[in-house]
């Protein structure tokens, strides 16, 4: 089955630090820059960051930036984003997807993981 599964999420203390996962099966994500997205109900889908084919950061939302990093391994076919110094405002299911943008068609969306930034 061809499709990107994000995994990591959870419940953490503000503060604390998760490592969200994007695995690809079914096709090869080294060709393909990723994106990961978060969208908080009744808010707008935001972009968080996003990572070159070439493995070069291309941006960071000012929002996490000096706290997240992305980075992939092709050889797993996966790409991390890592989580760290968690603000509750970080609530919000996280997405990633074959495109930097997430406008119009994209090839690949994950089905997202939950993080919830809570004491």
């Known amino acids: 089955q061809v499709q990107l599964v994000e995994s990591g999420g959870g419940l953490v203390q503000p503060g604390g630090s998760l490592r969200l996962s994007c695995a690809a099966s079914?096709?090869?994500?080294?060709?393909?820059?990723i994106g990961w997205f978060r969208q908080d109900p009744g808010k707008e889908r935001e972009g968080v960051s996003c990572?070159?084919?070439?493995?070069?950061?291309?941006y960071y939302a000012d929002s996490v930036k000096g706290r997240f990093t992305i980075y992939r391994d092709n050889a797993k076919n996966t790409v991390y984003l890592q989580m760290n110094s968690l603000k509750p405002e970080d609530t919000a299911v996280y997405y990633c997807?074959?495109?930097?943008?997430?406008?119009?068609?994209?090839?690949?969306w994950g089905q997202g993981t939950q993080v919830t930034v809570s004491t």
């Open positions: 079914g096709f090869s994500l080294e060709y393909y820059a």
């Open positions: 990572i070159s084919s070439s493995d070069g950061v291309i």
């Open positions: 997807a074959t495109d930097c943008n997430g406008l119009g068609y994209v090839d690949y």
